[in-house]
């Protein structure tokens, strides 16, 4: 018996693959070659192909942003409740393209790819990548699409600042730009969370330097550890409050340090468990890399004004009140220099208690401004 | 040449140790003997035996609170700022005492003295402390040094827990209640936080099951990454920023893992790599859990105010604007309660932009405040 989809899902998709011999120059000097990029589309593509939305991931996303890979998957792609006919990155008007980043461990060139310098896995040898050097292997894919033009490039937090470098990268081939619960750079405690997942991953004796694959091991406790420190910060302290309060795993206190007291902590040791079975260590480190260097200001002597100066895109910016790690203060630091630059920019503060998850969860409020905002865009 | 001490320092001071044979009964069921306290005192007990103040010290603090041990020590004691002739907690009127508690790597019984059912040091298996545990033990000081009542106690974060539980579990030997940065039970985001520390200490593999001591090592990255997690929730967001900004440590980007880049992570790794020098993993573990058990209501079926009935203190709170992890919204829910309970109670709150460190750095108002509040106290 065939599964039946829900009407506003894109049901099936089949991740593509772009192949690229032309060797990439990036921002550390190096350049990479060949590489290749998984993608998946939803929707069609029109005759002026002008209606195409790039959908850009975070930190530990993918291309697989809708939809279901198999009848039988359970969980369909991470952006499912945006993604589909009816939803407010609606199919049935617009094409959309959702590709795993350079330096990821679901398809794209990473640093489990084989470097065809050495025959073997680049481990550690993979090149830092950056949020600029993403937008310019996005442009070739666009170019291998036949895209000109975006009618918008999407995302939220790491993926957000992605949707911002379009607009200064490539002014002439963006049409919208969508960042939701982005900041125009990381501030200190931000650096200094990500700093410690990566000392977590660095110091893990399994980590080999990275090149644990060829040791046939994984640094699973320093990814854990990653991971947990990262959720903490996904969650505003009310959110897991309300989640979790004190509530204890069983009636009686254990009083040692093995056993789990408190459901918060059986929930982050299970999902830095479960991540660390499923993500590379060397693309962790690379994604928070990319998150720290991200400062399109510096160009321009810390004057975001005058960095965006070059942008043509019109821009909606929108934030989560309970977020902290990227808190609305710092996307209205991203709206005051638009507006000073003169550029068309709607911003909407949308409360929520879920923190920084937010921009990933169906909340109403959130949904409905974006399908308002995109139902404005001409496809 | 003598060294000269300045006029309102206590000067040299020498550590001194309680011993007691008496087994004291903790909270997890298990008992303690022998077992010894370190400390330390400043000033002079007054022929009534009514001057008495003691000072609980937090996660990493320990007896050491105020002058030198020797001539030519480079730090004072942890809280030099408040405790001296003429400071806040002034010696010339009052008798202070400073202990390292049980479960301490500073003298104290803790998980590196020897353990007389093995002959071994205790390591893993020294006993889970609660804070009830500590303000027992701190009891039975008092009755070695002819305390019958403290003219206060007094405390800030995990201190301040303590010198609350004063009140509750002795109310007839504290006149004063001064609990500064502290909090009713630590919020779901505070256990997870105390999680990924006790997790980076676990899993490192030095740590042995916490009997590392036999194997001649030390869990120093479990205990460098436990320290980077708390420095980040000591400080506010706002102090990280104008402390280190997004200041480079060089001119140039490196682009690799292993570069300090910014000097944030400069600051964490260095304050990380000190500490797993100086401190015991054991020790660690057993502070973090102290914390997360504390929840006087439990006892009153989550109703502080009743739990508080019983005290028959004054009650002096004091909290720092930007302290985020225990904010103060913390300080108010005790306040309330108290209010509740109908008890003696001063609040205030500190403006002040260094997080939770605030409580042991002299910021005049808070200095000012704390003398304010003593000066009122007869001794």
Chains 1, 2 share one sequence.
Request: aromatic residues 10%; negative net charge; glycine residues 8%.
């Amino acid at each position: 018996m065939p599964v039946v989809f829900a009407e506003d899902s894109v049901g099936l998709v089949t991740p593509q693959t772009a192949h690229f011999n032309e060797p990439l120059a990036l921002a550390c000097g190096r350049s990479l070659a060949p590489w290749q990029l998984v993608y998946e589309t939803y929707g069609t593509l029109n005759p002026a192909r002008s209606n195409a939305i790039l959908i850009c991931h975070a930190l530990s996303g993918h291309h697989h942003a809708a939809g279901f890979h198999r009848e039988d998957e359970r969980k369909p792609g991470w952006w499912d409740s945006c993604i589909g006919p009816g939803k407010p990155i609606d199919t049935r008007r617009f094409f959309v393209v959702s590709l795993n980043n350079l330096g990821g461990c679901n398809g794209s060139t990473g640093p489990a790819s084989i470097n065809p310098a050495s025959g073997k896995a680049y481990g550690a040898d993979f090149p830092v990548m950056t949020v600029e050097d993403w937008v310019k292997s996005q442009a070739l894919l666009a170019d291998r699409l036949g895209i000109s033009q975006w009618a918008a490039v999407i995302g939220g937090s790491l993926g957000g600042m992605q949707a911002l470098q379009w607009s200064i990268s490539y002014p002439e081939r963006i049409r919208h730009c969508v960042a939701i619960a982005a900041a125009p750079r990381l501030s200190a405690q931000n650096i200094a969370f990500n700093e410690v997942a990566r000392q977590a991953i660095l110091t893990d004796p399994d980590f080999f330097g990275g090149h644990f694959k060829e040791q046939g091991v994984v640094p699973k406790r320093g990814l854990m550890l990653a991971r947990m420190v990262g959720h903490i910060t996904y969650l505003s302290d009310d959110a897991m409050g309300e989640k979790f309060g004190r509530g204890l795993k069983s009636e009686k206190l254990n009083y040692d340090f093995h056993s789990v007291e408190f459901q918060v902590e059986s929930y982050l040791r299970y999902q830095g468990e479960e991540f660390s079975g499923r993500f590379d260590a060397n693309t962790y480190l690379l994604m928070t890399k990319a998150l720290d260097y991200f400062d399109p200001a510096a160009t321009h002597n810390g004057d975001l004004a005058k960095t965006l100066a070059v942008a043509k895109a019109h821009f909606c910016l929108m934030s989560f009140t309970t977020d902290w790690r990227f808190p609305p203060a710092r996307s209205r630091e991203i709206v005051d220099a638009l507006l000073r630059a003169g550029k068309n920019v709607s911003y909407l503060e949308i409360d929520a208690q879920q923190g920084h998850d937010a921009f990933l969860l169906p909340i109403p409020r959130y949904l409905q401004a974006l399908d308002s905002y995109l139902q404005g865009i001409a496809p």
